[in-house]
């Protein structure tokens, strides 16, 4: 492994590899151009790799999985990926919570409508993909995955969530789902929007009804979830007297994404041992 230094973040920093090429393909294809900033992290001492699990009648769900190795009983966390489905970076958070002693796995949570990491319309993806997927099957597909990582050795009753931009939504949701959910970390999910069949609640309709504490972490300059937004979801986490709440970042909408412009390493080194943290104690 790459040398290692007393501050996490540097180490992912020092494992930056440049891309190009044949490297790029696996990152999302409506992403646009491959930032310079995009890190790698090896899988050095991990169990790597993609899994199937049984997701409901007759469908088995694809999943990514990574785990340290030879570790029993490592808390699990569950990843609910960004409207680019299980694309490299994606792939690379599962490892770096590995790297932290997490049993971690990505489920392909759009699978049943295609591979989001594929296709490179973002409006294409937005209506064939995206919006297709009801929130209850999301619920059930959740649940099936801690499911199957109690089988595959994992302490789920320390079962963790995270989840980025259409993740993060999913995170504030599934907390008020389940009892099931020790704690919980939503990077920049939106909070408020347009109900519909398939997405008839957000997450600030159901901020008085979580199950477990969840970590928000935001932008103050996300163009698609206003200030005025977070700041009513964090008095209604207030009045419902739980544990739960939301830290602002001098930063732009995905700005743990170090593959995108929109990147800044700054708030990314102040949000990602917040967000570790919270995963293994449930508190800041």
């Given at each position: 492994?790459?040398?290692r230094?007393?501050?996490?973040?540097?180490?992912?920093?020092?494992?930056?590899d440049?891309?190009?090429?044949?490297t790029?393909?696996?990152?999302?294809?409506?992403?646009?151009?491959l930032a310079?900033?995009?890190?790698?992290?090896?899988?050095?001492?991990l169990d790597?790799?993609?899994?199937?699990f049984?997701?409901?009648?007759?469908?088995?769900?694809?999943?990514?999985?990574a785990?340290?190795?030879?570790?029993?009983?490592?808390?699990a966390?569950?990843v609910?990926?960004?409207?680019?489905?299980?694309?490299?970076?994606?792939?690379?958070i599962?490892?770096?919570?590995?790297l932290?002693?997490f049993?971690?796995?990505?489920?392909?949570?759009?699978?049943?409508?295609?591979?989001?990491?594929?296709?490179?319309?973002?409006?294409?993806?937005?209506?064939s993909?995206?919006?297709?997927?009801?929130?209850?099957?999301?619920?059930?597909?959740?649940?099936?995955?801690?499911?199957?990582?109690?089988?595959?050795?994992?302490?789920?009753?320390?079962l963790?969530?995270?989840g980025?931009?259409w993740?993060?939504?999913?995170?504030?949701?599934?907390a008020?789902?389940?009892p099931?959910?020790?704690?919980?970390?939503?990077w920049y999910?939106?909070?408020?929007g347009?109900?519909t069949?398939?997405?008839?609640?957000?997450?600030?309709?159901?901020?008085?009804?979580?199950?477990?504490?969840?970590?928000?972490?935001?932008?103050?300059?996300d163009?698609g979830?206003?200030?005025?937004?977070?700041k009513?979801?964090?008095e209604?986490?207030q009045?419902?007297?739980?544990r739960?709440v939301?830290r602002l970042?001098?930063?732009?909408?995905?700005?743990?994404?170090?593959?995108?412009?929109?990147?800044s390493?700054?708030?990314?080194?102040?949000?990602?041992?917040?967000a570790v943290?919270w995963?293994k104690?449930?508190?800041?």
């Amino acid at each position: 492994m790459h040398g290692r230094t007393d501050d996490p973040w540097a180490d992912l920093i020092a494992r930056r590899d440049l891309l190009a090429g044949a490297t790029a393909m696996g990152w999302a294809a409506a992403t646009g151009p491959l930032a310079a900033t995009a890190i790698v992290t090896p899988a050095d001492g991990l169990d790597v790799g993609w899994i199937e699990f049984p997701a409901d009648a007759g469908f088995r769900m694809r999943a990514y999985r990574a785990r340290p190795r030879g570790a029993r009983q490592a808390p699990a966390v569950m990843v609910a990926p960004e409207i680019f489905g299980l694309h490299e970076w994606i792939q690379d958070i599962v490892r770096r919570l590995a790297l932290h002693g997490f049993h971690a796995a990505a489920p392909d949570l759009f699978q049943r409508f295609g591979d989001a990491s594929r296709i490179a319309d973002l409006r294409t993806l937005m209506d064939s993909v995206v919006a297709q997927v009801p929130d209850a099957q999301v619920m059930a597909d959740l649940d099936r995955l801690a499911d199957f990582l109690a089988r595959d050795g994992a302490d789920v009753k320390r079962l963790g969530l995270t989840g980025f931009c259409w993740g993060g939504r999913i995170t504030w949701l599934y907390a008020a789902h389940t009892p099931r959910l020790f704690a919980g970390v939503a990077w920049y999910g939106r909070l408020d929007g347009e109900r519909t069949s398939r997405q008839p609640r957000h997450p600030i309709d159901v901020a008085g009804a979580l199950k477990a504490p969840i970590l928000g972490l935001y932008g103050m300059r996300d163009r698609g979830i206003p200030v005025e937004d977070v700041k009513r979801m964090n008095e209604r986490l207030q009045a419902a007297g739980g544990r739960s709440v939301i830290r602002l970042f001098e930063a732009d909408h995905g700005f743990l994404a170090d593959y995108r412009a929109t990147y800044s390493e700054a708030a990314s080194k102040a949000a990602w041992p917040l967000a570790v943290r919270w995963l293994k104690t449930g508190r800041a």
